[in-house]
Structures are given as structure tokens and as C-alpha cells.
């Protein structure tokens, strides 16, 4: 599975890349399936201002998941979190089919 990280309006730095990875490394635990997860990591003009988007290129389409926090390594944490839920949903519907 391939991971690219994409940060918008700001340079991350190595610690965050590596948080980046090593969690989204986990959703392939899921759907042996995923070729690719792109990843944005933007600043935004809000209380909660940094945002993570995770986009997964699963069979039969692509999975995208958006969350704020304050911080980049917790919106990081609840966007793979919600991915894994919507993986796991997703192939259980490729299963019914």
C-alpha cells in the first residue's frame, strides 16, 4: 500500500510525517485491498484549524474521510479511526454482493 502525505500552507516536519505513516500503515490491517491513501494535512482560518484528509483507493472506488482537531497528530488519530470503520463497512458490502 502506498501512503503519500500532502501538507498545505505549512512544511511538516519529520516527527509528524512519521506519526502520519505509522498510522495509516494500520488500515491495510483491514482491506488487503487499499493500492494508495493520500493524505492533506491543512491549516485552516478556525478554532480547530488543523485538518486531516485521508482519501483510500479501495476496490470498487475511493473512501474519503475529513476531521479537524487541534492538533494534526489528533485530527490524524480520528480521520484513521473513522476510516477503519468505513473500510471494514465497505467490505462487508463488497462481500454481500
Do not use: W, Y
Amino acid at each position: 500500500m502506498e501512503i503519500r502525505v500532502q501538507s498545505l500552507k505549512f512544511n511538516a516536519d519529520q516527527k509528524l510525517l512519521d506519526h502520519v505513516e505509522k498510522k495509516v500503515s494500520k488500515l491495510e490491517k483491514f482491506d488487503e485491498g487499499i493500492s494508495s491513501v493520500e493524505v492533506s494535512l491543512t491549516l485552516m482560518e478556525r478554532p480547530d484549524n488543523k485538518c486531516a484528509k485521508l482519501l483510500a483507493h479501495v476496490p470498487g472506488g475511493n473512501l474519503m474521510i475529513e476531521r479537524s482537531a487541534a492538533t494534526f497528530e489528533e485530527a490524524v488519530n480520528e480521520a484513521v479511526d473513522a476510516m477503519k470503520e468505513k473500510i471494514k463497512r465497505n467490505k462487508e458490502k463488497r462481500a454481500e454482493a
